[in-house]
């Protein structure tokens, strides 16, 4: 069964980086599009980013839009979400998910629905 390994998250301050990994076993995903989504106590996961299958382009979501970035290495298998200048309300637990189907055009609409692929989440709490 292909699985989507992430890495730790972790916690940081308000203002430092930290990029996140997503690990694709073999070339399971190689033509899948792959993103981003975060789920905060209280809230509704939300979409955060997303690759097409090549690694380009890229969709981000408005509300992080210049401080994350998403992009897709198909030669190692992997997802990264770079995140930099973190603030308290990024808070969250991170999940990678993959997509054979659904057109890049279509994520940032998307909750969850039209993933072939989860990971399992990473915790990521930001302090100030």
């Known amino acids: 069964q292909a699985q989507l390994v992430q890495s730790a998250g972790g916690l940081v301050q308000a203002g430092d980086s930290l990029t996140l990994s997503c690990a694709s076993s073999?070339?399971?995903?190689?033509?899948?599009?792959m993103g981003w989504f975060r789920q905060a106590p209280g809230k509704e996961r939300e979409f955060i980013g997303a690759?097409?299958?090549?690694?380009?382009?890229?969709v981000i979501a408005e509300s992080v839009r210049g401080r994350f970035a998403v992009s897709k290495d198909n030669s190692k298998n992997t997802l990264l979400l770079q995140m930099n200048n973190l603030k308290p309300e990024d808070t969250a637990i991170y999940y990678c998910?993959?997509?054979?189907?659904?057109?890049?055009?279509?994520?940032?609409?998307?909750?969850?629905?039209?993933?072939?692929?989860w990971g399992n989440g990473t915790l990521v709490t930001v302090s100030s």
């Open positions: 073999a070339r399971a995903f190689r033509t899948y599009s």
């Open positions: 690759s097409d299958w090549s690694g380009h382009p890229t």
């Open positions: 998910a993959a997509a054979l189907r659904l057109p890049l055009k279509l994520w940032p609409r998307s909750t969850g629905a039209g993933m072939d692929a």
